[in-house]
């Protein structure tokens, strides 16, 4: 029996392509691997255009891959880059003036990370601006001890040959002190010496400070300055006077907090205060990227401008994840494979490669998950086969609908009790049916779902389980809109919690 390694290797790959399904572990691979959408060409145009962008889509769709293709199409050494991934410093709860402290804070430490290496900008600015800079310096970056805080703000406000100058003065007073006290000293003792009526020299000497010490004055009084939008805006303002062309800040995996526990409405009301506070992002010198899963921002449709902002959604047809795959297979074969049907045994047919996009539900991770349930079933079938063969295909399927996390795309309540309505539960009713496409009467009478079917119907709904099909004399259907769901209906698999 060939180990795993060996028998992806004889199929022609050097690496396994389905080991990582993030863009964050494919690090090296990143721009090989990135193949956009067809609905990219006016993201991108948006992006070089500074435009704000509210960037949404299903967990997957590779939201964060497209943010780091924006990286690539800028001019770094002309533009501040503030990427933000991390929240645990804003509480849940949080103002806007925590917010903006927050942001502040972020902009302000890339700042001074870009002028740990190019300090000759701060000359650009007057003293005021170096004052300002200072205040922020001082304020909101992190700085392990006040006297490296006070050399710091030092170098901001004095001038480099002045701050050498009076270094070089100061280390050398000694020396100059010393022979000034020895050249009195000479000069009393050739007093005394030629005129014997003086009083002797006490010969105790004292070196003498002829030259005291020059202090490097700088202005360390701040007077305190209200943290909000134009605080925000004085700090853009001094990074476009440094030479920078452009401020970026983007705000990627807010809805990844840990404290949120995948929680779409909770995260709606997190995100809320960002997303609802036009004058942030109508700011034309700051450009704001932020990407976020869509069903929290579903949550807030009525209350995000989103005929005024740029709010596109992520999203894949059959011929964009086709390049993806593809491009995939290129990169982990050195070339070699450029085609995934060449992986397939020739009982494949085209209903065959469409059932498999079909259950990818135009999402790229899925679809790389799916395609590792096939190699390892393979593999397990006959690990000497040098493809996939049609009876693998059934078998992966559901390994792929039954291993699924669907929390992961799925929202399920913070603290919920045991007994709460989440994807699962809402399953196990959509499993009784007779069909994907049903009525609420449907579903009361097939699934038992009595007094609660309507409340049933508008969480799965909101959680993107089911969507609206169509309606007859005032009757409305609904569609399972999950493919593996779908899928576990009509072969009469049960998707349960995983203990």
Known sequence: ?????????????????????????????????????????????????????????????????????????????????CRIEDYSKLRENYSLTEFYKFLITNISVTLFEKLSVSQKRINKLTDDEKVLLSYLLKNFVPVVSKRLLKTKIENIQIPKYKRFITKLFNRSRPILNYGATTGGVFIEEYLTKHFKALPPIDREINIKDFFPELPLTVDEDFETIEVGFQLLNDLVEIIYKMG????????????????????????????????????????????????????PFNYLLDKVRTQKHYCPKLQWDKNDLEKALNERLKTYSNSKISDYKSLFSNEYTDIEFEQIFHLSNSNPRDLWHL???????????????????????????????????????????KNARANSMDFYSYTAHLLKLDDY????????????????????????????????????GGIVSYRISDPKVKYALINGISIERKQ
Request: with cysteine.
């Open 437 to 472: 496409i049903f009525t609420k009467n449907q579903l009361n009478e097939q699934a038992g779902t009595g007094g609660s079917t309507n409340n049933y119907v508008i969480g799965m709904e909101k959680i993107g389980l089911i969507v609206k099909h169509s309606q007859e």
């Open 244 to 295: 920078f062309d452009r401020v970026i800040c983007l705000l990627d995996k807010l809805d990844e907090d840990s404290r949120l526990e995948n929680d779409a409405e909770y995260i709606s009301s997190f995100v809320e205060p960002i997303l609802t506070d036009n004058k942030l992002l109508l700011n034309d010198k700051l450009q704001l990227i932020i990407s976020l899963w869509v069903t």
């Open 1 to 81: 029996m060939n180990s795993f390694e060996d028998f992806y290797k004889s199929m022609g790959f050097t690496e396994y392509p389905f080991s990582t399904f993030t863009t964050e572990n494919e690090k090296g691979k990143e721009k090989e691997l990135f193949v956009s959408p067809s609905c990219y060409s006016p993201i991108i145009q948006n992006y070089k255009e500074k435009n704000t962008i509210l960037l949404t889509g299903d967990r997957g769709t590779g939201k964060t891959a497209i943010l780091l293709d924006f990286i690539r199409n800028t001019d770094l050494t002309k533009t501040l880059y």
């Open 371 to 413: 395609f590792d349930k096939l190699f390892y079933t393979q593999h397990a079938l006959n690990s000497n086969s040098e493809n996939i063969t049609l009876n693998a295909l059934n078998v992966a399927i559901e390994r792929f609908v039954l291993d699924f996390n669907y929390f992961e795309y799925y929202p399920k309540k």
